[in-house]
Structures are given as structure tokens and as C-alpha cells.
């Protein structure tokens, strides 16, 4: 027993060693199959603000380029290249507006594809990065940097150092770097045509200078110098007693000292690219006064910065449920998956008013009901619109921007109001707490909706980048309200100066030093940092529901009747519809010979039984057959029940008010199926008008008492060729009113009364004979 125990162990044992085995040689077999797209994806896309490199256009990028790049080597195999792909990320938001002087790079060297660019440049390591000088020759190899830095600042100081030991020409896309002196600052304005140079006054081993004078590159009407502090008549005269400080001089020659939360580049960078006149190369700046008086663009509403609007997020859900969502005429699978999740956050956290709420939750009430994977946009529609009449609920139509406005009707609008919608929704279900919010609700929310809904595909592919990056990693309310403030700049950084970018409202990292200049602080080394304590408080502050402000909004009640008018015009009109319909049909019913020749032959070919019946041709030169022009009007025409009258191409005429003859209209159909008869057997059978009303079938339907159709009885019966039109006159004149049934039935009821009454006559004259015969007897 005990050696039979330990067999099933050994047993036991050996096949968990075989799974494992097999797990893990499924493991890696999966992983060498994906390794090949991995390789090929990379660690760095375009949105990245990184050029990727391939054999295809690495000799165009490198070599003969005004600008200079430093380029990095790496394998996506590779640990070390993994976890310096975040730095070499940062770097590149970072010296952004560097890019007319100096660019970022990288080569996967993992591609096959790309192992010979890889060679060609000696790279036998990874990571390696090398430095390419603006105008570098075809073959050139580049500089390596050895030992370089792993952070932001080290790399970006190596950067600007390379760039100053150009040797050759100067590029004309890189700004001087070397200092000013006194003669340069007294001659500046004569010799450039700019507002203001700006002076940044440091020490020898300050890099701010630079930084501060590439990060303005991009900007037109200002000049950035260095100049050190050993100037000292320049130091005297600009009044100068810190290091570093910044000093703007125009070509009035006036000079103020520029004012700053904090003495350091992002600060001095940030108040210099907003100074009035100080725009994007390329970007004409409308003034705000212009755009107020100018009645020809889209009206101005001023607003304030550090509040949000109602009208915004209103504008929003409008623009997203009766806009966006209008292009997809059904909606099923994971989009109405993505629909539930977005419309379900809207009913539980939008902090809008009562008659919105009830809008939102009646329609979140009506998609949780729906069981079937898919749903017409025009059922969701009517339950948006409140055509159930819902009291108290509606969802203004239109959009009306306000905090939310751009200079141009192209500008900001809609993607900035779905940005403030879902800071305001994490905030409000931070608000709430975590018994009723899950940390990821609102998030999952906003990502279904982008990835389902948002028109704009390339934004949404980005933003799913960004949500598969670090989402998953939100594990509190608070969590989810950073990471989409965080991810918000992020698409900030790589829009700054784009074409969808409006002068009025630069892309910034917000919020600015002016709305929160407790949220912006300083490291040792001197690079901008978020105070992470007090970037929480402003958000939570900012997009509190007691905080949004009701401007511009159409009032309720207005927005009720509206409503109600408008459900009431689109009822009366679908009704209008169906009463022109219903009229035409019933003109169509009481009318059937109006229908064109065209119809009636169609028709005849779509009823089975008078074909089937009608076995051949009448006989040519038959006495009675229907002309070749004679409008079938013999024939037995199809209840309405039977098939549908055709509308179409029909001609409508006024109703008469006529008594139709069915008795005549009867005998006449049994003259010309009698004829028909007669010419295919040659017989003639008489039968008696009763005999006739014998074999007549009747119907009743709802009441109604309805012939059937005379063409589906058999021909086994023979009728008179030429009927007594006599008899057919007076029995007309006495059933007035009457059916045949209700003639027949009253003269087989006269018929057995009589009978009765005969019997009663016999039966007592028989018992009086009887009584008689007694009586006489002795």
C-alpha cells in the first residue's frame, strides 16, 4: 500500500514537472514569436518628439542637415535601453523648442533592417549615443559620447556644450550662444528689427543663458544674450545685484527687470514667450480688443481664466452624444460597451443642472435596460431628446463656447471642453469618495469614449498610447486625478506650435506660475519641478462643482419649451405623414379601377388562383368574351386583406358617392364565368337561383359582413348563360336591405311556420273526428 502511495507521488511529481516544462517552453516559444514585432515596434514613435530612424532615411537626417542631432543606438532586448528610454523621452519634450537648432534620434539595432546602418556606425554597444554637428559630411560617423549623463540636465548641458564647438560656419538655425558685451547691447537694436532683447545676467558656469536663449528660438520680436557678471559696466548700468536675474531692454531704451515667481530657465522662459507682441514664428496674433469690436468673426464672450463654465460642459455633452456619436447609425460590441461606461459616469458624476441630470440618467436608465448587443443611434437619439416627454429633463442643443473659446472658430473648442468635462468628472468622483467610485471609473470612462467615439483617430490612437502606458497603475481617486493632468501636459508639450494651436492660448504646462504659483517650484540644480502637495489642492479647488460658473447658459425653462415645441412640430409632422398616407390608401380601396392598366396587369399575374383557373385563352370570335380594350372589371376584385393596394404610380381621383350594385355586379361575373364555361365543355347546366344562393360562401370579419373573393371558387357549377333579368329585379327590390342569407332564412322560416300551423290544423281536426265517433255511441 505504502509503495503503491509512493508510485502515485513519483507519478504525481514527474507529470507537474512535465507541465512545467511545457509552460515554459510555450512561454518562450510565444515570446521568440512576438520578439520580431516587438523589434519592429521599438521603444519611441513620432509622437514622442523623436525621429526614428531607418535605412531609408538616416543618410537624408544625419548628414547635410541644418540642424544638429544627437542620435541614440539601442535594441529593445536591451534592459539598460529600456530604462533609459523615459530619460531620452523627457529630453526630447524638453528641448522641444530647440528644433530649429538642434534634434533628438534613435535606431533600433534589434531590426534586422536596420543592423547594417547599426554597423556602419561602429556600434557595439547599447545604448550609444553620438552627436552629429549641423552640416555633417556623407560617411561621417558622428561624435560618441562616452559616459553620458542618465537625466534630463546633464544631457541637455551636453548638448549645448557640442553646440558651441562648432568650428565650421555657424548655422544660421542656431542662435549665438557666446556672451554679450557692452558694445553688442549698445548697437543691438540698430542692427536687429526686435521689440526686446532680453538679458540674462549670470555666472560662468550657469547654463541658463543659453537654455532661456534656445527655448525662444521659435518666437518672433525678441533676441535672448548672456551676459556674465563680468560685465560690470553692463551689471552698473541694468542695476544688477542677483545671479541669475533677467533684464528686458527695448529699443526705446527703456529697462525693467523681468518679474518672476522663481529666478530659474522655465520661469524666465514662460513670462518672455507671453509678452505682449512676442508671438510663434508663423502665428499672426489678433489682439483680444479687435476680436470684441470685429462683428464679422463669431462673437466674443469675455470670461474669466480661473474658472470653469457650465456652458462649456454642456457644450461638450451635446457635441459628443448628438455630433459625434450621430456617424455611427448603429452602435454594438465593445462601442456600446464603451457607451454604457461613459453614459453611466456622466449620470453618477456630472455636476450640471437638475433638468441635464435628469436627461443624462433617463438615458443611462434606458441603455441599461437595453439586453441586445446592439442599438440604433436613432433610439438613443429620441431618448436624449425627451420624446417620452420625461418631466424636467432636457439637454440644450448647440454649442456656445466660453472659457473654452479660440480666436478662430478652428481653434480650441471641443477638444478643450472634453478635456475640462473629464477633469471635472475625477474631481467630482474624488469628491464622492471611494464608496461610491472605483479609482479607474472615470478614466476607463474617457479612454472608451476616445478610443470608440472621438473624431479625431489620431488623438486617439496617441491617447491610447498614453492610457496602455500607465493607466493601469492608477490605484486611487486621487491617483486618477494626477495622472490626467499629467497626461493633459503631456499632449500640451507635443502640440506646443503646432498648426492646431492658437496664438491667443499657447500650449503651456499648466497650470501657469500666474493661476497657481504655489504648484511651481525649484530643484537644487535649478530645472522646474511640480510641488506635488499643492498641485492636488488647486486641481481639486479648480474643477470643484462649487466653483463652475453659469454665464452665458440658456435658462431652463426656455430650454423646456423649446423642447416641447420641438417634439410637438416633429409629432404633428410624422402625424401629417400618416394621414396623407391613410388617405391615399382608402382613396386606393374605394377606387380599384383607377389603378393604370400597367398595375392590373401586374396584378393579375400575382394572383394564383384566376391564372390557375384560367386554363386557356377565351376562343377567338366567341360571342360575349371581353374585348382586347375592355377594362376587366368582370373580374373579382382582391380584399385588402389579401394583398397590398400599390401606391405607387397610381392615379387618385376624387371618391364618388355611388351605391354599388353587388347583386348586378355578381350575376354579371357569373355570365362571363358561365361563358367561359360553356366555351371549354359546351355544356350549359341550369340552376336555380336558389341552388345558386346555395353554393354562395359568405364571410364575416370584424363584424363586417364580407363576400369572399368570387375568383377562388371551383368552376364545378354551371349558371345560366343569360339569366332571367326579371326575377333578378323583383328579388333586388325585395331583399332592400336584406342579404340573401336574410331571405333565404325568412322564407325557410315562413316555409316551417305554415308547416307548424297545418300540422296543428290536421292534429285538432283528427281529435274532434274522435270525440265525435264517442259521443254517438250508445
Not at 284 to 311: A, C, G
Not at 337 to 361: C, E, M, T
Not at 528 to 548: A, C, G, M, T
Request: charged fraction near 25%.
Amino acid at each position: 500500500m505504502a509503495r503503491r502511495g509512493c508510485g502515485a507521488t513519483s507519478c504525481y511529481t514527474t507529470k507537474t514537472k512535465l507541465n512545467s516544462f511545457y509552460s515554459f517552453l510555450c512561454a518562450f516559444i510565444t515570446c521568440v514569436s512576438l520578439c520580431p514585432v516587438l523589434c519592429e515596434a521599438g521603444l519611441y514613435t513620432a509622437s514622442d518628439q523623436v525621429i526614428v530612424l531607418t535605412p531609408e532615411n538616416v543618410d537624408s537626417t544625419l548628414f547635410n542637415n541644418t540642424a544638429a542631432l544627437l542620435v541614440e543606438f539601442y535594441a529593445t532586448w536591451c534592459g539598460h535601453c529600456i530604462a533609459f528610454s523615459p530619460v531620452w523621452k523627457s529630453l526630447a519634450r524638453d528641448i522641444k523648442e530647440w528644433k530649429p537648432a538642434v534634434d533628438l534620434a534613435a535606431i533600433d539595432c534589434a531590426n534586422e533592417s536596420n543592423r547594417k546602418v547599426c554597423t556602419n556606425f561602429g556600434i557595439t554597444g547599447y545604448p550609444s549615443i553620438k552627436f552629429f554637428h549641423a552640416y555633417s559630411s556623407i560617411g561621417s560617423r558622428g561624435l560618441e559620447v562616452r559616459g553620458f549623463s542618465r537625466d534630463v540636465r546633464g544631457l541637455r548641458q551636453y548638448i549645448i556644450e557640442n553646440l558651441e564647438l562648432h568650428t565650421e560656419a555657424w548655422p544660421p538655425a542656431c542662435p549665438p550662444l557666446e556672451t554679450a558685451s557692452e558694445a553688442e547691447v549698445h548697437h543691438f537694436f540698430p542692427a536687429n528689427n526686435v521689440k526686446y532683447l532680453a538679458l540674462v545676467f549670470e555666472n560662468k558656469k550657469s547654463y541658463v543663458g543659453r537654455e532661456v536663449t534656445l527655448d525662444l528660438l521659435q518666437y518672433e520680436n525678441i533676441a535672448v544674450r548672456r551676459v556674465l557678471d563680468t560685465e560690470t559696466n553692463l551689471v552698473s548700468r541694468f542695476g544688477v545685484t542677483e545671479f541669475p536675474s533677467c533684464y528686458l531692454y527695448d529699443s526705446s531704451g527703456n529697462i525693467t527687470r523681468l518679474k518672476v515667481l522663481k529666478e530659474a530657465r522655465t520661469f524666465y522662459s514662460y513670462a518672455l514667450q507671453r509678452l505682449p507682441g512676442v508671438v510663434r514664428t508663423g502665428k499672426h496674433q489678433t489682439p483680444i480688443t479687435e476680436l470684441i469690436k470685429n462683428s464679422t468673426l463669431q462673437e466674443w464672450r469675455p470670461f474669466n481664466k480661473s474658472r470653469v463654465y457650465m456652458s462649456d460642459l454642456e457644450s461638450a455633452l451635446h457635441y459628443s452624444l448628438r455630433v459625434e456619436l450621430s456617424s455611427h447609425t448603429s452602435i454594438s460590441g465593445d462601442d456600446l460597451i464603451a457607451l454604457k461606461k461613459y453614459i453611466n459616469v456622466l449620470a453618477k458624476y456630472f455636476p450640471g443642472r437638475p433638468s441635464v441630470k435628469s436627461a443624462l440618467q433617463a438615458v443611462d436608465s434606458w441603455l441599461q435596460s437595453q439586453k441586445g448587443t446592439e442599438i440604433k443611434y436613432s433610439d438613443f437619439r429620441d431618448v436624449l431628446d425627451n420624446v417620452v416627454q420625461t418631466s424636467d429633463a432636457v439637454l440644450p442643443e448647440g454649442v456656445q463656447w466660453v472659457g473654452c473659446q479660440g480666436s478662430q472658430a478652428r481653434y480650441r473648442g471641443y477638444p478643450c471642453a472634453v478635456w475640462t468635462l473629464f477633469h471635472v468628472l475625477t474631481v467630482q468622483a474624488k469628491e464622492m469618495g471611494s464608496t461610491v467610485s472605483e479609482p479607474q471609473e472615470v478614466l476607463l470612462a474617457m479612454r472608451g469614449y476616445v478610443s470608440s467615439f472621438f473624431g479625431c483617430r489620431p488623438c486617439a490612437t496617441h491617447f491610447e498610447a498614453m492610457a496602455a502606458e500607465s493607466m493601469d497603475q492608477v490605484n486611487s481617486l486621487s491617483g486618477a486625478v494626477i495622472w490626467l493632468w499629467s497626461r493633459h501636459n503631456r499632449v500640451n508639450n507635443r502640440l506646443a506650435g503646432d498648426l492646431s494651436e492658437d496664438p491667443h492660448f499657447p500650449k503651456i504646462q499648466w497650470p501657469s506660475p500666474e493661476l497657481c504659483p504655489s504648484c511651481h517650484g525649484v530643484t537644487i540644480i535649478g530645472d522646474h519641478n511640480w510641488i506635488k502637495d499643492e498641485v492636488p489642492q488647486f486641481l481639486q479647488n479648480y474643477f470643484s462643482s462649487s466653483r463652475i460658473l453659469n454665464d452665458y447658459l440658456q435658462d431652463e425653462t426656455q430650454a423646456l419649451i423649446q423642447q416641447r415645441n420641438r417634439l410637438t412640430a416633429a409629432r404633428m409632422e410624422k402625424e401629417a405623414g400618416r394621414g396623407a398616407d391613410r388617405r391615399a390608401r382608402d382613396i386606393f380601396d374605394n377606387n380599384p379601377a383607377d389603378e393604370p392598366q400597367e398595375e392590373e396587369e401586374e396584378e393579375e399575374e400575382e394572383e394564383p388562383t384566376f391564372e390557375e383557373q384560367a386554363v386557356e385563352p377565351y376562343p377567338a370570335g366567341l360571342e360575349g368574351a371581353p374585348g382586347a380594350d375592355q377594362a376587366p372589371w368582370e373580374k373579382p376584385q382582391p380584399l385588402s386583406s389579401q394583398r397590398k393596394p400599390k401606391i405607387v404610380g397610381m392615379k387618385l381621383r376624387e371618391a364618388q358617392e355611388d351605391i354599388v350594385d353587388l347583386d348586378y355586379f355578381v350575376s354579371q361575373h357569373y355570365k362571363a364565368k358561365a361563358l367561359r364555361a360553356a366555351a371549354m365543355s359546351g355544356v350549359v347546366r341550369r340552376r336555380s337561383l336558389q341552388k345558386k344562393e346555395d353554393v354562395e360562401d359568405l364571410q364575416f370579419e370584424g363584424g363586417w359582413r364580407v363576400k369572399r373573393d368570387l375568383g377562388s371558387q371551383e368552376e364545378n357549377f354551371g349558371i345560366e348563360p343569360y339569366p332571367r333579368a326579371q326575377s333578378k329585379h323583383w328579388m333586388s327590390l325585395l331583399s332592400v336591405g336584406f342579404s340573401r342569407l336574410d331571405v333565404s332564412l325568412c322564407v325557410l322560416l315562413y316555409l316551417l311556420s305554415t308547416m307548424c300551423l297545418l300540422a296543428m290544423y290536421m292534429y285538432f281536426k283528427l281529435r274532434i273526428k274522435l270525440r265525435s265517433a264517442k259521443v254517438s255511441l250508445p
